[in-house]
């Protein structure tokens, strides 16, 4: 069993968002099929906004988070989670005036689709060539 201080952690500045990522701080190697970090969002800022393949399953551990997709704005409070999909754009706001915005996320390559029936992976057609 391990455990992860984040009054340890080392936070390097991704705009205004401090992040640290465990992966560069905990030498897991391969050993895990997720990569992981803690981020904090100070007082009165946004995050830049952020879109990748992986999706990330997030936990707000302090604050309250105003998460920003296309389809509007969701407030989560602490102890709450929200899964953003592989390529959904999102923005993290912090709209208090004085409380840090602390978040766990993990995040993953999807895995590619399988076919139920037949167990096989689905090959999808490619456009032109
Ligand atoms: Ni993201």
């Not at 009054?7 to 990569?35: C, D, H, M, N």
């Not at 990748?52 to 998460?67: D, M, Q």
């Not at 709450?80 to 004085?98: C, G, K, P, W, Y």
Request: proline share 7%; charged share 15%; hydrophobic share 40%.
């Amino acid at each position: 069993m391990r455990t992860f201080d984040s009054g340890k952690s080392i936070f390097a500045e991704v705009g205004p968002v401090q992040v640290a990522r465990w992966e560069q701080q905990y030498q897991f190697g391969t050993t895990l099929p997720f990569g992981a970090m803690w981020y904090t969002v100070p007082p009165g800022v946004s995050s830049v906004r952020d879109c990748h393949p992986e999706p990330e399953l997030s936990i707000v551990v302090a604050g309250t988070g105003f998460v920003e997709v296309d389809s509007g704005i969701t407030e989560v409070g602490v102890g709450s989670a929200f899964l953003l999909d592989s390529e959904e754009a999102h923005v993290i706001h912090n709209r208090t005036e004085d409380s840090p915005l602390t978040i766990f996320s993990a995040y993953w390559m999807p895995l590619p689709a399988v076919d139920l029936a037949t167990e096989q992976a689905v090959v999808t057609e490619s456009a032109g060539v």
